[in-house]
C-alpha cells in the first residue's frame, strides 16, 4: 500500500518529502559520517541484516558484552539513507557512537567501524569521516528521495534494538 500511494504522488510532493527529511537530519546531535559499500550485486534485502549486525557489533565494541541491556540512548545512533537501491547500492549514516566511542580519535575510530564492515560485506567499504558541515551532509543523503521506491529504505540502529 505504501509503495501504491508514493507512486501516485507528483513530483513536488516527493520533494516535499525530502526536503522534509533534510529538515530532519539537520537538527540530529551526530559526529560521524559514514559511507557503507558492497563488494557484490547486494540487495535491499540482504543489506539490512548487515546494518542491523554492524550496528550490534559496534555495540558490543563499545559496550562491553552487555551491551543489549543498555538502554537505545546509550548505543549507537545512526541514520541510513540508501543510494542506487538498483545498481550500486551503498548506504549514507549519520552516526553518534556510545559515550567511549566518541572519546576516540577519528582515526581509530574509523579503523574500529572499517574493520566491523568488512568482517560482514566482505570487499565492501567503510569511510568513516568527522561532521563539521551537517546542513551539506543532509542534503546530499536525502537527495534521491524525490526518486520513487527510495522513500522506504532509510533505517535507523534503534530498529535493531529491542524493545
Excluded at 45 to 64: C, E, I, K, S
Excluded at 81 to 94: A, G, M, Q, R
Excluded at 113 to 137: E, F, H, K
Aim: aromatic fraction near 14%.
Amino acid at each position: 500500500m505504501k509503495e501504491d500511494v508514493w507512486s501516485n504522488l507528483r513530483y513536488q510532493s516527493r520533494r516535499e518529502y525530502r526536503d522534509a527529511f533534510e529538515g530532519f537530519l539537520k537538527t540530529l546531535d551526530v559526529d560521524l559520517f559514514a559511507t557503507l559499500s558492497f563488494s557484490q550485486n547486494t540487495r535491499l534485502q540482504q543489506a539490512r541484516p548487515l546494518l542491523g549486525q554492524w550496528f550490534a557489533r559496534l555495540d558490543n565494541h563499545y559496550l562491553g558484552r552487555g551491551w543489549t541491556r543498555w538502554s537505545s540512548d546509550e548505543r549507537t545512533f545512526a541514520v541510513a539513507v540508501s543510494e542506487n537501491i538498483d545498481t550500486n547500492l551503498h548506504y549514507h549514516c549519520l552516526m553518534r557512537l556510545p559515550a567511549w566511542g566518541r572519546t576516540q580519535a577519528i582515526d581509530e575510530t574509523a579503523g574500529a567501524l572499517d574493520r566491523y564492515w568488512r568482517r560482514l560485506a566482505w570487499g565492501g567499504t567503510c569511510g568513516v569521516v568527522l561532521i563539521y558541515d551537517l546542513p551539506t551532509l543532509a542534503r546530499y543523503m536525502s537527495k534521491q528521495l524525490v526518486r520513487p521506491g527510495y522513500e522506504q529504505h532509510y533505517l535507523f540502529a534503534s530498529e535493531f534494538h529491542a524493545h
